[in-house]
């Protein structure tokens, strides 16, 4: 046995196993930025961690003189300083974790002055970092005190809503949150919830001291008639991609806005129209005066473009120059040879014109959870869907996250 332990590619092994430890610390790094923690038992998340913990020092000091090791050594209190902040008071989790971060620091295989120069990093890390983010979130400190009155979840159990009533100086408000109930990661006794969901469906003022909830299912066609109903111009922003995919035709969807009056007299228009200007409805000489030009085949081009948009498309002056083909920082480029005029792409479609099969293509469910608030509908699946509301796969670092 002692020859098996002594062996060379048995502490390789162990330090591959104890270093997985490390990898776990970056995930509960990664969780604390990204998600809020919420610990059922908290005597058996202590002991869950002190074990593990214990089991993974063993490990590395075991392997301290391997390189996995020593790397691993450096990376889980960099990696815990997000949780300490993030979750501060969460200490059954932390502790542990913490003491095996500097146990494995300190007795590692890396060299003294490597430990002293990688301690001494840490420990500015930790004073900086805590000062600046208790310094950042004393300023939005708020005074209001906030009471949740009622919560649960849809018949579906997609959507989750609390409602909170809010004293401050103002008489107060209730205000109703819904947010995704099928985006948490959940072990067997702790739960991360995504940080940052939470959308206001409703808000009233005053405080709202009678409270009626009700969930309903209603299909797509139902809401759409519904929406409709309500107004006729409520449009829905899409992607280029999707309105190639509908076969609508981008020539037909640019615009020019922000016009002067001069110009709008030019187009022969009145001082009162502030509509954007389609440039279907332009003639050859307008065209020209915008420095734009039709071909046969209805696309728009730059008739001479300068030398910045030639330089940033890498293009030469014999090119033709489609705007359809321009990027956002193309067509920002184009837009700075105008004084006053805008060209711009309207990619909005009005609901009305989106049937049943194109309600699918965005990604409208069949049917979905409604909510009424005190007889007002104030969410529906419908809408949350088709703005993307909840895009519970895309993460963003943004200071809203260290709230």
């Known amino acids: 046995?002692?020859?098996?332990?002594?062996?060379?590619?048995?502490?390789?092994?162990?330090?591959?196993?104890?270093?997985?430890?490390?990898?776990?610390?970056?995930?509960?790094?990664?969780?604390?930025?990204?998600?809020?923690?919420?610990i059922e038992s908290r005597t058996t998340a202590l002991l869950s961690a002190s074990f593990i913990s214990l089991i993974a020092l063993l490990l590395m000091l075991y392997s301290r003189k391997q390189i996995v090791t020593r790397i691993a050594s450096f990376l889980i209190l960099p990696a815990m300083l997000p949780v300490i902040l993030l979750y501060f008071g969460e200490w059954e989790i932390i502790i542990p974790i913490v003491i095996t971060g500097v146990v494995i620091l300190l007795l590692s295989g890396a060299g003294e002055g490597v430990k002293t120069a990688m301690g001494t990093i840490i420990l500015l890390l930790y004073i900086f970092g805590a000062l600046g983010y208790f310094l950042f979130t004393s300023f939005f400190v708020s005074s209001a005190k906030e009471t949740v009155v009622d919560s649960g979840v849809s018949l579906s159990e997609k959507y989750r809503y609390r409602i909170v009533n809010t004293e401050d100086t103002s008489n107060g408000s209730t205000a109703v949150y819904v947010e995704p109930n099928d985006a948490d990661v959940r072990y067997s006794n702790v739960t991360f919830t995504l940080k940052n969901m939470e959308r206001v469906v409703y808000l009233e003022r005053p405080i709202t001291e009678d409270i009626e909830v009700e969930w309903k299912t209603e299909t797509r066609d139902e809401i759409t008639k519904a929406l409709d109903g309500i107004s006729h111009t409520i449009s829905v922003t899409l992607s280029t991609e999707k309105l190639k995919e509908f076969g609508e035709s981008l020539d037909s969807r640019l615009e020019l806005d922000d016009l002067?009056?001069?110009?709008?007299?030019?187009?022969?228009?009145?001082?009162?129209?502030?509509?954007?200007?389609?440039?279907?409805k332009l003639n050859d000489e307008q065209l020209d005066y915008f420095n734009l030009a039709k071909d046969a085949d209805g696309r728009y081009s730059v008739k001479t473009p300068s030398s910045e948009l030639l330089e940033y498309l890498e293009k030469g002056a014999d090119d033709t120059i489609y705007i359809t083909d321009l990027d956002s920082k193309a067509l920002n480029i184009l837009n700075q040879s105008y004084q006053y005029a805008e060209l711009s792409l309207n990619n909005k479609m009005l609901l009305k014109d989106l049937d049943d099969t194109r309600l699918e293509a965005l990604g409208v469910s069949e049917e979905g959870d409604v909510m009424i608030f005190n007889g007002k509908v104030c969410f529906r699946y419908y809408v949350a869907e088709l703005d993307n509301y909840y895009d519970t796969e895309t993460r963003k670092l943004s200071l809203d996250l260290l709230g």
């Open 260 to 280: 002067s009056i001069d110009e709008r007299f030019m187009l022969g228009q009145t001082a009162h129209d502030v509509d954007p200007v389609r440039l279907d």
């Open 1 to 38: 046995m002692k020859k098996v332990f002594s062996n060379i590619w048995t502490k390789r092994l162990i330090a591959l196993i104890g270093a997985l430890y490390a990898v776990g610390v970056c995930r509960l790094c990664y969780f604390s930025i990204f998600y809020d923690m919420h």
